[in-house]
């Protein structure tokens, strides 16, 4: 993950942008759809497949239905998608139609485009025609289960870049009752402490003086080697 994705996400936390388009209703669109509309934004589901719009309307997963090729510039417009400054591209398999249709939402302007990966290259091709941030569920979700296996401790993580994550992780045996202070993590590791809690409540930029405890969890950034050698 890069910082245009950081960027990417501020602005999709804002409360302005408030309207989705998602193209291509398979199983991952869907989700996307149906999750979006029930944290209360306003989507509209699109696919080349009538039957899927169909069922997107029949069990509510988006505000809007319609069924258009996306590869076709003048549909697109028609049906008002390049008024959304956010549109998901959800279409894995078919990565010609998701090339064609990520150019042609960039082409038009449109401000943040989303679009899913089927593979290493179909990552290389969405960036080249502009996809602002490029997902590949089946990488990530590997990737992701590999580190929960190998370090049940990390509970998340953020990747910055290839070297440099945020993760929060379990605070390690040998640090309880110790304060941050006497723990000289940013000597000893290289890493700087962000917030220490749990999931009722996170102290955020926490002093020297702030004690860790068995159970608590805590968030640090620095280098991908330097969280390698914490003691989890
Ligand atoms: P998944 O379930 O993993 O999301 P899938 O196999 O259901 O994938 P994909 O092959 O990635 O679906 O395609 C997603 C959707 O995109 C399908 O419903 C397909 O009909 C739709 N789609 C494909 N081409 C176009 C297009 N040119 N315009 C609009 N929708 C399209």
């Known amino acids: 993950m890069d910082f245009s994705s950081l960027k990417l996400f501020n602005s999709l936390r804002k409360d302005t942008r408030r309207q989705f388009a998602v193209i291509g209703l ?30 997107a309307l029949t069990v509510r997963i988006a505000s809007s239905a319609i069924q258009l090729d996306s590869t076709e510039p003048t549909a697109l417009k028609q049906a008002g998608i390049f008024e959304f400054d956010t549109v998901i591209v959800a279409i ?13 939402l960039k082409e038009a302007g449109v401000e943040y485009v989303v679009a899913k990966a089927s593979s290493e290259i179909h990552v290389k091709l969405l960036k080249r025609v502009g996809a602002n941030f490029v997902v590949f569920p089946e990488y990530e979700a590997g990737r992701d289960l590999a580190y929960r296996i190998t370090k049940p401790a990390i509970l998340d993580r953020f990747e910055l870049d290839t070297e440099h994550s945020i993760v929060e992780v379990i605070v390690p ?32 930029n926490p002093t020297p003086t702030q004690r860790l405890h068995k159970g608590l969890a805590m968030v640090v950034i620095g280098s991908n080697k330097d969280i390698k050698r914490l003691p989890i």
Do not use: M, P, W
């Open 173 to 204: 045996d040998e640090f309880d009752g110790k304060t941050l202070e006497e723990l000289e993590i940013r000597n000893r590791y290289g890493l700087n402490v962000l917030a220490v809690g749990n999931e009722q409540k996170f102290i955020v």
């Open 92 to 104: 894995g398999n078919y990565v010609q139609e998701s090339i064609v249709t990520t150019l042609n």
């Open 26 to 55: 398979g199983r991952f669109g869907r989700a996307v759809c149906e999750t979006l509309h029930n944290l209360g934004y306003d989507v509209l589901g699109t696919d080349i497949d009538e039957k899927r719009v169909a069922q």
